[in-house]
């Protein structure tokens, strides 16, 4: 009898201890899983914009040009001094000075033209004819070797 009344006690220390044995093998339980959540946001890169420039002043408008006159008179030319301002390709010679150092005559030299020698004086063309009237073809043909007058209070 001692046998039956041993058993139960028996039978559950045995069973406590392999459970105890059991749970020392066993790992913990482990904690629920944590929700990540993860939120993407597209952050724009700026462009990068250019430093404002000034704008340009605005120019001012030409005055409009006076309306053509028929049979108007010519306009009137100021006579003057020539003055020499180096020379140019089409008036390339020296020029002959007075004491004073105010022009006298040019000589036509290889390549020269009326016009060019005009410009080259800072004189109007139709001055330069009118202080040379040996000069024919509106100063359309000179020739090498000729003197043309550079003094504006002389004539030719």
Known sequence: ???AGRGPHVAAVVFTGSVLALAGCSA????PAETIYVTVTATPTPTPTPPAEAAPAP???APPAPEPVPNAPAPE??????YDTGSIAGATGTPETA???????????????FFDIAQRFDLPQQQLLRMNPQIHDFGET???GQVINLDWTQTG
């Open 1 to 3: 009898m001692a046998r």
């Open 28 to 31: 913990p339980p482990a904690p």
């Open 59 to 61: 120019e001012p408008e």
């Open 77 to 82: 030319i100021e006579w003057g001094p020539a």
């Open 99 to 113: 004491g004073d150092g105010s022009l006298v005559r040019y000589v036509v030299v290889s390549g020269d033209s």
């Open 142 to 144: 000179v020739y090498i």
